[in-house]
């Protein structure tokens, strides 16, 4: 006859060898759970991992890890010669004393701190979470398109490097990053700097370059100029450190320097924030007349610009105009850029070029916020700059992307032509799309996601004078991009019927 608590042990555990997750920890999980509820007591010896192997239809081994793995959480004592006896780890009391009313609640943490502290309202999250089966973004990548195989293959060869362990303890003062040095290479060539690694840090994102750049440069009530409309995530940033955030007009030359120097003064503004080749969100390019306009402005009213140039890589017609930084010969220019935007995001990255002594602040703010870095990252992303695969990525992705362009722009003619009016952009994975009869665009997303599509509220765009969309098209390939169109005027068709 089998022990009652070996009875027990089969009642209660069934393993599932398909799961993801090793057998081993699937039946320690659930002999602690027993424990936990009074179901095995303490002091109950287990059987012998050969009777409890056989009893569940596991490997011995198995069954030694799983005695094992409870042994190391304190649950079991494994005696030689004795055997396997239940444990309950034991609780310090004398160290969790509870005083006050709310004695019920001392098993349940608390919701809220004892404590005030200052939230804050500017970086509430904007993320919105749908079921419908397309959601559609603000011009982002189409991460599908990732060489996976070709990834995992140089990854796993920077992690056979014999010499990257060694890389973690040389001293930066003296060494600069392989990495630093392919991407200042890489952007040299692309967009026609002249630099050297001192003028280049590399961050997380665009948005921790910017984070960092506005510590270092601004401080409460400073004067930041933005274009009318300006992307959320900068102002966010810019409101968060206490900046005075104030709106200038963009035409179709982009943003209008005339205006900045008829309603600012000398030594007013600490500085302006462009997105030079596409402003975000409606894509007119800021004019090289204008560019030119701009610097000697920065030059003259002493301001400092902060160029965003978050999609340079995603070129169709033409050369893209170079930056202002690779024009600036008097500091006055901040260069903010991504690298690798088609990648996974955990080998996506931000970087910042500026004159040496910026650069030289910003690395100790970032030895604050992420002193370790990913080495392993940046030894890989190295390597794809220096061998040239990056190059022949990015040209495949980006004819890909115009086709992807010019159906979208197809697909509008068929189903809004007189409804919507648009500019086909000449680069970019976004297209700005205006209603010729406004509309609310609240029962726009509505309608939508009962199409099986979501319009989350970043990319909407209503005001007195605007009605539009920043329609992201990237990250849909053909068959997404008609099913999206037929079914958004399907949902604009119900709100017309209802007027």
């Given at each position: ?10 009642q ?20 602690i ?5 009074g179901y095995?007591?303490k002091?109950?010896?287990l ?32 005696l ?5 006896f ?12 509870a005083?006050?009313f ?11 701190t ?9 970086l ?9 089966k ?20 140089w ?20 060494f600069y990053f ?16 002249n ?42 940033i ?7 955030v ?21 030594k ?11 402003h ?24 400092a610009?902060?160029e965003d ?42 970087f ?11 690395k ?5 916020l ?16 220096y061998?040239g ?23 509008l003619?068929f189903h ?6 648009w500019?086909?952009?000449t ?23 009962k ?14 004078n ?34």
């Amino acid at each position: 006859m089998n022990s009652p608590v070996l009875d027990r042990v089969k009642q209660l555990i069934q393993v599932d060898k398909s799961a993801t997750q090793p057998v081993y920890v699937q039946i320690s999980q659930q002999i602690i759970n027993a424990i936990q509820r009074g179901y095995i007591t303490k002091g109950t010896k287990l059987p012998g991992t050969r009777v409890f192997s056989k009893a569940l239809n596991i490997h011995r081994n198995t069954a030694v890890a799983v005695y094992n793995e409870l042994a190391a959480q304190g649950w079991v004592e494994i005696l030689a010669n004795k055997g396997s006896f239940v444990l309950v780890p034991e609780r310090k009391k004398e160290a969790i004393v509870a005083h006050g009313f709310q004695v019920d609640q001392i098993n349940r943490y608390p919701d809220k701190t004892g404590f005030p502290f200052q939230a804050s309202f500017h970086l509430a999250s904007t993320r919105e979470y749908s079921e419908a089966k397309i959601s559609i973004n603000d011009g982002q990548p189409d991460l599908r398109l990732h060489p996976t195989h070709q990834f995992s293959r140089w990854y796993n060869s920077t992690l056979k490097r014999r010499n990257l362990p060694s890389k973690w303890h040389q001293n930066e003062d003296s060494f600069y990053f392989n990495y630093e040095t392919q991407l200042c290479n890489f952007l040299n060539a692309t967009r026609g700097f002249n630099m050297k690694p001192q003028n280049l840090i590399s961050t997380r994102s665009t948005e921790m370059s910017l984070y960092v750049v506005s510590q270092l440069l601004l401080k409460k009530r400073d004067v930041v100029l933005v274009g009318d409309l300006s992307n959320y995530s900068a102002n966010r940033i810019f409101q968060q450190v206490g900046a005075d955030v104030k709106i200038i007009p963009v035409d179709q030359d982009g943003l209008d320097v005339n205006y900045i120097k008829t309603h600012f003064i000398k030594k007013s503004i600490r500085c302006v924030y462009i997105n030079p080749q596409r402003h975000y969100p409606s894509n007119q390019t800021l004019s090289a007349e204008r560019r030119l306009q701009l610097l000697e402005l920065a030059k003259e009213y002493q301001f400092a610009i902060i160029e965003d140039d978050f999609d340079y890589d995603f070129q169709y017609e033409g050369s893209p105009m170079l930056p202002l930084a690779s024009s600036d010969t008097h500091g006055m220019v901040i260069y903010l850029g991504k690298f690798g935007q088609s990648l996974f995001p955990s080998f996506q990255t931000g970087f910042v070029v500026a004159p040496k002594n910026l650069i030289s602040e910003a690395k100790n703010y970032l030895e604050l916020l992420d002193a370790q870095g990913d080495m392993i990252q940046q030894q890989m992303l190295s390597a794809l700059i220096y061998e040239g695969e990056i190059h022949r990525y990015l040209r495949k992705n980006v004819l890909l992307y115009k086709q992807r362009l010019e159906v979208l722009c197809n697909q509008l003619d068929f189903h809004f032509g007189d409804i919507l009016k648009w500019e086909k952009p000449t680069g970019g994975l976004a297209i700005w799309l205006q209603f010729t009869e406004p509309i609310s665009l609240v029962r726009f997303t509505e309608e939508s996601v009962k199409e099986n599509v979501f319009l989350p509220k970043t990319i909407l765009y209503q005001d007195k004078n605007t009605c539009a969309i920043r329609f992201g098209f990237g990250h849909l390939n053909e068959t997404e991009i008609e099913y999206v169109m037929d079914s958004l005027k399907s949902a604009y068709l119900r709100i017309a019927k209802s007027h």
